[in-house]
């Protein structure tokens, strides 16, 4: 199984260029994440998604746009990327019916804005 | 927010150690789980714990679920080098964004061989 996969795996971006990445699940997932992890800061969410068609704003949602038009797929996108939005970003997917074992991780997108 | 605080931020240690790790929080959680994240890789769930005073294993790792539901500890035991990575604490309550998972800011692990 794939789990979550996440593309691209790396990108360099200039100041003001947009981009999207695009985090892709096969367990059939209710809920989608998007974390982003900087140096001694941890996991900070971004935004999330309870389901197909519904997204919601995290902890740090300034400067990025999701969205979850199929269930499998949770979009993360940068309109006008800025050098402090320099990070990794993690997509992560859980299944909240029955028990709950946490999330599934991706194995994260290094982007830097210079 | 809740806020979940994660000692020690680093640590290093002779491989054969054991080592220990803690996280409290100033509010209550239903479920607390241990995830270690590898360079270049995304966090792996280690362990998870869902009653007050629970005590899990997983190989030479060990958790606890503290009694007050405020705090959480992960012990492992007889460090070997691939022990080495970032490990997070993560608790969770139920319901609405309440069931979003809160972390740690991690304990970064480096082992001596």
């Known amino acids: 199984n794939a789990g979550v996969t996440q593309t691209p795996k790396f990108r360099v971006l200039k100041t003001g260029q947009s981009m999207t990445l695009l985090c892709a699940q096969d367990m059939n997932h209710e809920y989608m994440y998007w974390y982003r992890q900087d140096p001694g800061m941890g996991l900070r969410l971004i935004h999330y998604s309870v389901g197909e068609g519904t997204t919601a704003k995290g902890e740090v949602p300034d400067g990025y746009n999701v969205s979850r038009l199929k269930k499998q797929n949770f979009l993360l996108g940068l309109e006008s990327a800025a050098p402090s939005q320099t990070s990794v970003y993690f997509c992560?997917?859980?299944?909240?019916?029955?028990?709950?074992?946490?999330?599934?991780f991706g194995s994260g997108t290094r982007l830097t804005v210079v | 927010g809740q806020q979940l605080n994660q000692s020690p931020q680093s640590m290093f240690i002779q491989e054969g150690e054991d080592v220990s790790m803690n996280c409290t929080s100033s509010s209550i959680f239903n479920t607390w789980l241990w995830y270690k994240q590898e360079p270049g890789e995304g966090p792996v769930l280690l362990i998870a714990l869902y009653k007050a005073g629970e005590l899990t294993s997983n190989g030479r790792l060990t958790a606890q679920f503290g009694i007050t539901r405020k705090d959480s500890f992960l012990n492992i035991s007889a460090s070997i080098p691939s022990d080495v990575g970032i490990y997070f604490c993560a608790g969770q309550n139920y319901g609405g964004s309440q069931g979003n998972l809160i972390f740690g800011k991690g304990t970064k692990l480096s082992v001596k061989p």
């Open positions: 992560a997917s859980s299944n909240r019916q029955g028990p709950i074992y946490g999330y599934t």
